[in-house]
């Protein structure tokens, strides 16, 4: 094979290290949950031979079972890579999750690839979540081609899927989503439904008959041309379109026969800078059959029509301190900058990483600087560290081989990179560099967590920053105010595969517990308190007396402390005393346990004793009077608020924006966007929106996102305030 994939010995059909970045496609598969995405993976991994049977990897004589349940669970919530070898070219494919709630994984299953293949379902459709995903892969160019699934369903229709498509994903032009191959049909059956045998090659003029589970080529008989030859012209129409050969549309048009090899060139470099959108058809194989429908098919235009690593451009690339640096893109033997693109814990060997290797070689023992940056605010600390590369390996199932180098276009994992997190970039010791991070969902679903037990307790720690160094879309937050340990999930299914990684992975069992809001206290009118501490026990008493005004000030003032005594009724040393004392309590609350905040205290008046007045006796007796002076007075309890901002599909404002005004929500404005939504813009109290992730989903049959961010604290309606505070009570 010169120059293109090497073999491990005794591991026929499958890719093991390719030496050359133009013999690697790396493809990413995407499509919502049940469009049948790890069953294509499945299928091409059979038809190259990289199994022996659907569902099964061997090696060696051994077998380990491929699809037993655990394992296929896992794949449908996280990012995978199966390696396969076609016509001497290695494919990386990329199987990502259906889940919106796993949409991380998603991406970084973007990031590693350099095209994508949507996978659709005859019998379910184009979903609003892989329009947005499609959306995403245009705006940064990336190649594209569309497989429709589940043929065999009764009421499936290509020819009715593929104007789906080109609806869906062709709205700026329809003629850029075309099929290059339609449906072959059998008899139909006592149901009225004829199932599809093989396929139509559109170019080619060829049929491909699956029907023995081996692809057969024959010639279309004369009732079939008319047919073909009426979807073959709209296809070479929309190929000529596309052609980077301005004559051809005026050669064509003119009745010249475009060649075969001349269309076929201009299909590849159309798909290849994403102008063109083949729609093809695939199906698993049956039984004992050693091809599924279209596969092959699909290999073909993966390795001829897929761009090659060199055409994907570098991310940004800067070094440690932030200054820019140019690197060539797939240069093999240019300076080493690879990404982790997923992070995973084995029980045996530890964590393992999956790296895309963009510049350089990665070879195995040699030591690598790992950075990490710009994911503090998600419970990611920056580092800057060294470490020793492990064993390199490819993966397949559950198994992992051995590779000798990674070379820049290529993917692999990377054992014992102990501080090598999701995101992170490998560079060279003494090169340190640092990639610009891919775009990652906010995750916006609390998820209020306790150790379950002490044992637990002292694991807690260690299992949530493991969980979070593997999954960069989770955010690990230690409230300050509420002293609660929070998870910020993607949705319930994420919390979900969250805790389950806890118990077992990191033997951690935890109990959720409810979220609770930060709220405030403060002051709705001044009032007047005096905090008298005097205690007579023999030796030395305590004798501390002070009088206090409390008075409201503008949200976001804080704790404001005048000191406006006399005469020295309090002496000097002792009114900072008095003023930590008050602060103390403050933060303690006056009403129902919140931090009190926007309030001046006024010191107005006081006694002392010159032998039993003391630092702490003036504390105690700022907080008496604090706690006096509430005792007398309106006390407001403040909620937070938080900008939300959705954007949602027109179809959906008239509930999206009744749903937030039922959530006490302020509806600030809308703002026409492109693509057929709106941006609606609006004020909700946070106690309002902690499932706000999701009902959304469910209010927009997932097609709507939303961010928020903290806008104040603001007092909050008085039937609420007092049920929060008769729960205070029961809880003291």
């Given amino acids: 094979m010169g120059d293109k994939v090497k073999e491990h010995p005794g591991a026929a059909g499958r890719a093991m290290a390719a030496d050359h970045p133009a013999s690697v496609r790396n493809v990413v598969l995407v499509g919502h ?76 299953g973007l990031r590693a690839a350099d095209a994508a293949l949507f996978v659709v379902s005859a019998s379910d459709g184009v979903d609003g979540s892989t329009r947005m995903v499609w959306e995403e892969c245009a705006a940064v160019g990336m190649p594209r081609a569309i497989v429709v699934t589940h043929l065999e369903a009764a009421r499936a229709d290509f020819a009715e899927m593929t104007r789906v498509c ?196 990665l070879r195995p023992d040699e030591t690598v600087h790992v950075s990490g940056h710009g994911l503090a605010d998600r419970g990611h600390e920056d580092h800057d560290v060294d470490e020793k590369v492990g064993a390199l390996s490819t993966p397949f199932g559950k198994q992992q081989r051995p590779v000798t180098h990674v070379i820049a276009g290529d993917l692999a994992c990377v054992a014992k990179l102990g501080r090598a997190e999701t995101g992170d970039t490998l560079s060279g010791k003494d090169d340190p560099l640092l990639m610009e991070p891919w775009e990652m969902p906010d995750p916006l679903l609390p998820l209020a967590i306790e150790a379950h037990s002490k044992a637990d307790e002292d694991k807690l720690s260690q299992g949530l920053s493991r969980l979070v160094a593997e999954d960069p879309t989770m955010r690990l937050e230690q409230n300050q105010d509420t002293h609660q340990v929070v998870l910020w999930c993607l949705g319930e299914a994420h919390a979900d595969v969250a805790l389950e990684r806890l118990r077992s992975r990191y033997g ?107 630092d702490a006796a003036f504390q105690t007796a700022g907080a008496l009077a604090l706690r006096e002076a509430a005792a007398d007075a309106k006390i407001h309890l403040l909620e937070p608020v938080a900008e939300v901002s959705v954007l949602v599909g027109d179809d959906y404002v008239g509930a999206v924006m009744s749903d937030l005004s039922g959530r006490r929500g302020r509806v600030l404005g809308t703002e026409q966007t492109s693509g057929g939504r709106t941006l609606i813009k609006a004020e909700v109290p946070e106690f309002e929106i902690g499932r706000y992730a999701v009902d959304l989903r469910s209010l927009s049959h997932g097609t709507a996102r939303f961010s928020r961010s903290y806008a104040r604290h603001e007092p909050m309606p008085p039937q609420i305030a007092e049920r929060i505070r008769e729960q205070a009570k029961e809880a003291s």
């Fill in 33 to 108: 949950s049940g469009s049948g995405k790890t069953t294509l993976v499945e299928a091409l991994a059979l038809t190259a031979g990289a199994v022996n049977r659907a569902g099964r990897v061997e090696d060696g004589g051994t077998v380990s079972d491929y699809d037993d349940i655990e394992h296929r669970q896992q794949r449908s919530v996280q990012l995978s890579l199966v390696p396969v070898e076609w016509n001497g070219f290695k494919i990386n494919i990329l199987d990502t999750p259906g889940y919106a709630d796993f949409v991380g994984e998603l991406r970084a």
């Fill in 166 to 361: 080109a609806e869906a994903f062709g709205a700026d032009d329809p003629d850029a989503v075309l099929p290059l191959y339609t449906p072959l049909y059998g008899p139909q059956g006592p149901d009225g439904h004829a199932p599809v045998t093989g396929l139509v090659g559109l170019l080619t003029q060829k049929l491909f008959d699956y029907s023995t589970g081996e692809r057969k080529e024959s010639e279309p008989g004369p009732d079939q041309l008319p047919d073909i030859e009426e979807t073959r012209n709209r296809l070479i129409e929309g190929i000529i379109s596309e052609s980077e050969d301005e004559t051809l549309m005026d050669r064509y048009l003119g009745g010249e026969q475009i060649d075969l090899k001349t269309l076929i060139e201009d299909l590849e470099r159309a798909v290849a800078r994403g102008a063109f959108f083949p729609v093809l058809a695939a199906a698993p194989a049956a039984d004992g059959a050693r091809q599924g429908l279209g596969t092959v098919e699909l290999l073909e235009l993966v390795t001829g029509g897929f761009p090659t690593p060199f055409e994907h451009p570098t991310p940004g690339v800067t070094t440690i301190d932030g200054r820019p640096r140019e690197i060539k893109p797939c240069d093999t033997g240019g300076p080493l900058v690879a990404e982790v693109v997923k992070t995973a814990s084995d029980p045996y060997v530890g964590r393992v990483s999956l790296v895309r290797v963009f510049s350089g070689t």
């Fill in 508 to 614: 951690v069992q935890v109990d959720v517990v409810p979220h609770r809001v930060s709220l405030r206290e403060t002051f709705a009118g001044k009032s007047g308190g005096r905090g008298r501490h005097v205690k007579q026990s023999g030796g030395h008493g305590q004798f501390a007396i002070c009088e206090i005004e409390v008075e409201p000030l503008p949200g976001g003032s804080g704790i404001e402390f005048v000191d406006k005594v006399v005469g020295g009724a309090v002496p000097r040393q002792f009114i900072p005393s008095v003023e930590k004392g008050i602060r103390a309590q403050a933060v303690k609350g006056v009403a129902a346990g919140y931090q009190l905040v926007d309030v001046r205290v006024t010191l107005l008046d006081g006694k002392a004793h010159s032998v039993d007045s003391s």
